[in-house]
């Protein structure tokens, strides 16, 4: 990397395991303390008093290296023992956490109870996982999904978990939304990162809780670095999760182009799988720049070259704007 990229710095907005692997990808390609990462809190639930951060925790997991990267969530070589003991006490079961997993909920549900906010528990939490980079909830205070659908109001976690995205989706809210402020590592890393990434994650139910955060989407447009977002729609498809479906059920086109319909306002370019080359011309028209790479991510490999592709972009940008 030539020496302007070791200067610049990135805020990554990220929800999910596709967050997790572009993050991943800065995490191996730059010195740490050059990325910054904001997470989704609208998947957090609360199970047998606990406090569950999935893409928190998600996140940290895979930057450490604890990941179960086959299913994405959840610490690898993982046991089973509580849950089961859970299920013999007669409590639902549906989510499956982990022995390892529960010490994590464990931990930073006596940080919040002993009066810690959402951020400093997540501080603690990387900090004693070993990572270097910072990590910051988009807000610190509560922020819940609820998918109304054809079968009623669903939490997040029920939806996506309990009934496997099945149901048909009628509408999105985010509870706790308006009293929710941006955290305040979210809001200096705004103001001093050079350059923004919105990860290919699900657009509705992981980067839009973050946009709905106040002042958040006026504070990106105004934002002076450049903006890119990863399409995470390949060929008419999600590479995990329900945003396809999504997609289909909002009426909206099942494509990186309808992606780009999304990011009007916040987005200086959209980088596209190499599938969807043919689209370019359609994402353009909608003023948005469009790049096409590989933007499957399976091994660290793939991360990487992602990110490095990525960080490629943000010199050129930086360089012509310095010029
Ligand atoms: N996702 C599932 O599909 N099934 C599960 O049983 C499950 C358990 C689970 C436990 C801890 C955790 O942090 C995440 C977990 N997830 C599970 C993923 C979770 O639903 C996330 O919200 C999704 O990955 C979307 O971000």
């Given at each position: ?29 730059l ?5 910054k ?20 925790d ?8 604890l ?15 509580a ?9 639902d ?15 930073r549900?006596e ?11 997540i501080?603690?939490?990387k900090?004693?996982?070993?990572i ?31 009934h ?5 989706l009628?509408?999105i809210?985010?509870?706790g ?11 200096q ?25 106040n ?36 009426g ?11 990011l ?8 596209i ?15 948005i720049?469009a ?17 490095e ?6 010199n050129?940008?930086?360089?012509n704007a310095?010029?």
């Amino acid at each position: 990397m030539n020496s302007d990229i070791a200067e610049i710095s990135i805020l990554t907005l990220a929800g999910g395991v596709g967050g997790a692997k572009l993050a991943k990808g800065f995490y191996l390609s730059l010195d740490p303390r050059q990325l910054k990462i904001v997470v989704n809190t609208a998947d957090d639930t609360e199970l047998y008093g606990l406090y569950i951060c999935p893409d928190l925790d998600t996140m940290m997991y895979s930057l450490s290296n604890l990941s179960n990267v086959t299913q994405g969530w959840g610490i690898k070589n993982d046991s089973y023992v509580a849950l089961n003991m859970l299920d013999f006490y007669g409590y639902d079961t549906w989510f499956n956490i982990g022995d390892k997993d529960f010490a994590t909920h464990i931990l930073r549900t006596e940080l919040i109870r002993s009066g810690k906010t959402l951020s400093e528990s997540i501080q603690s939490i990387k900090t004693k996982l070993g990572i270097k980079s910072e990590i910051y909830p988009m807000s610190d205070q509560k922020v819940r999904t609820i998918c109304t659908t054809e079968i009623g109001k669903l939490k997040f976690q029920e939806y996506f978990v309990e009934h496997k995205c099945k149901p048909k989706l009628l509408k999105i809210d985010f509870e706790g939304i308006d009293l929710a402020q941006i955290s305040t590592g979210f809001e200096q890393a705004l103001e001093t990162c050079d350059a923004l990434v919105i990860s290919p994650s699900n657009p509705y139910v992981s980067i839009d809780p973050i946009l709905s955060i106040n002042t958040v989407r006026e504070k990106i447009q105004n934002f002076n670095g450049i903006k890119i977002a990863v399409s995470p729609i390949v060929n008419g498809n999600a590479i995990k999760g329900p945003a396809a479906k999504m997609l289909n059920e909002f009426g909206e086109d099942v494509s990186c182009v309808g992606i780009a319909k999304l990011l009007h306002g916040i987005c200086d370019v959209l980088i596209i799988d190499s599938q969807d080359l043919h689209e370019i011309k359609n994402i353009e028209k909608l003023g948005i720049n469009a790049v096409a790479t590989n933007t499957i991510m399976n091994s660290d490999e793939d991360k990487i070259q992602l990110a490095e592709f990525i960080l490629k972009i943000i010199n050129n940008q930086t360089c012509n704007a310095k010029a």
